[in-house]
């Protein structure tokens, strides 16, 4: 078993984003030395002010992730392209498949000890109505080719097949994650959007999954140290409707709205309208088919097996959106 201490070097990979400074953070916390690999073009204000060897570089070059990968003991990858835009289904391709890749070999010729593949929850299958899923839940996003769910799935294939031959790799698969830091602005959209919402507003009929990012970042730790070799572990934390959260939401704000959800075919036709006009004008659409199919179904999600086996401790979704709204200062 691995152990998180003044004695371990780790690399992170997309330290710059959001769950990637929280995880270092939760490293520094225990006194692991990291090594911070980002973007040579990445807003790195997350990182600042914080006793971290940073390394400039791209994932998608074989070469700057070896050179990331000299001399650590453990490399916790969480890198991604994260996007429902298909005009993005190329760069998700090279980032999430490509980069993954890259760091595989990586840490196969430097001979890093452990490595942590950060997933989501999306490279399973969406659960059927009335279902709760979990890691045995079979991919079933086939049908709808959404690029995100898709990339993100061969990549982690790429890692459990790793682990199968020999790479001491887990797979961590986080849910929706709320808390401060959000620099690339993904779960605090919704708090964004609704901040100015009045009087009546609709909202998906689906639901999802919603997590504190600072536990999960934990989780991660835990992972690293606990995990067993080519295993996944959700790590997650309350299951609600579109409605709930959204409802929830605005009540932090202050806020108050009749919340509606839609039919699902109302979503997915309001999305092939919304690309149509769009790829017309050559905009970026703010609702595509990939979030439609997505929205619609209740992405509901179990994190019992990292509970049980590595101590995964969820916390409380609300109060990490509540931490979001100060954050944003709103």
């Not at 371990?8 to 959001?18: D, E, H, P, R, S």
């Not at 109505?129 to 799935?153: A, C, L, S």
């Not at 991660?220 to 080519?230: F, H, L, N, P, W």
């Not at 959800?261 to 109302?266: E, N």
């Amino acid at each position: 078993m691995i152990v998180l201490d003044k004695n371990l070097k780790v690399l992170v990979t997309g330290a710059a984003g959001f769950l990637g400074g929280h995880t270092v953070r939760a490293l520094l916390g225990k006194g692991v030395k990291v090594r911070a690999f980002v973007w040579k073009h990445a807003d790195t204000r997350v990182l600042d002010n914080l006793d971290i060897e940073r390394l400039a570089g791209d994932i998608t070059n074989p070469n700057d992730c070896i050179t990331a990968a000299d001399g650590v003991d453990l490399i916790i990858h969480i890198a991604a392209k994260v996007s429902f835009q298909p005009a993005d289904r190329q760069i998700q391709t090279a980032v999430n498949i490509g980069g993954t890749r890259n760091m595989i070999t990586a840490a196969i010729k430097q001979g890093v000890g452990r490595f942590v593949h950060i997933s989501t929850v999306n490279a399973f299958g969406y659960p059927q109505p009335g279902r709760v899923g979990d890691e045995t839940t079979v991919f079933n996003w086939e049908p709808f080719n959404i690029g995100y769910m898709q990339t993100k799935k061969a990549a982690q294939d790429l890692v459990l097949d790793a682990a199968a031959h020999g790479l001491n790799a887990v797979v961590c698969n986080p849910t929706t994650m709320f808390g401060p830091f959000d620099v690339n602005m993904n779960a605090a959209s919704y708090i964004k959007g609704l901040a100015h919402v009045h009087g009546i507003m609709a909202c998906p009929p689906g639901g999802t999954n919603i997590a504190d990012v600072r536990s999960v970042a934990q989780g991660i730790c835990q992972a690293a140290q606990k995990g067993r070799q080519g295993r996944c572990y959700i790590l997650g934390g309350l299951d609600v409707t579109y409605r709930e959260l959204f409802i929830g939401i605005l009540n932090l704000l202050n806020r108050r709205a009749l919340v509606l959800p839609l039919p699902t075919q109302a979503i997915l036709t309001a999305a092939k309208a919304c690309e149509y006009l769009c790829n017309a004008l050559d905009k970026t659409p703010a609702l595509t088919l990939d979030m439609a199919n997505g929205s619609v179904r209740r992405l509901f999600y179990t994190s019992n097996r990292a509970i049980n086996e590595i101590g995964y401790r969820p916390g409380d979704p609300w109060k990490a959106i509540a931490d979001t709204i100060r954050w944003l200062g709103i």
